[in-house]
């Protein structure tokens, strides 16, 4: 499987790291390898000294598909969860002004924290969800999905057009601002409405 993650897609996060908003989704990937599993503890690399935290809405890919139009994306999906894009934005920053590719920012080991899931129909719109992150019992960001510049829907077509999905994929589907720094011992805990979707520490 893979992770697509979907860049600057909340125009308050875009204008808060001085990035311009697209004109089309922006995405990356992360590796298998970057999974961490539902709330076992994120271990800080020895390589970043500012490890950033980016709460987000995730939608789980439930069936093979390419070119999919936007009208048919609802049906490739079930799940909505919620979890964690982190960042090393030091060395995200110098790859940026390098020009080069974001790997060693994102996609580097445990950096994809993935929360738990719930189906769709639980919702009575997945594009009006509310959800933000504690940090240490602080509510630090919050953000509401009609705020994402391209919806679901438009994210699971134009990706397609680019790289097949396939059962499993899992879309980060970008933060809204209030983006932060961690520190060991922090516990961060992500919720969609009143309902906790993860639970865990920084180590
Ligand atoms: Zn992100």
Known sequence: MKFICIGRNYAAHAAELQHSVPSEPV???????AL?????PFFIPDFS?????????????????????EKFAHKYYDEIGLGVDFTARDLQ??????????EIAKAFDGSAVVGEFVNKNSFSDVQN?????????QNVQSGNTSEMIFPIDKIISYVSHF?????????FTGTP?????VKINDR??????????????VK
Request: proline share 2%.
């Open 188 to 201: 961060l805990q992500g919720f969609i409405e009143d309902n906790c979707f993860f639970d865990f520490l």
């Open 93 to 102: 920053r110098n790859c940026i002004s390098n020009g080069e590719p974001w």
């Open 129 to 137: 969800l509310n959800f933000h992150l504690l940090l240490n019992g």
């Open 27 to 33: 995405f990356f990937f992360k590796p298998e390898s």
């Open 177 to 181: 601002a209030g983006v932060g720094t």
């Open 163 to 171: 790289v097949t999905l396939k059962m499993g994929d899992i879309i």
């Open 36 to 40: 961490t599993r539902l709330n076992r």
């Open 49 to 69: 000294n500012e490890v950033h935290y980016e709460t987000e809405i995730l939608v789980k890919i439930n069936r093979l598909g390419k070119c999919i139009s």
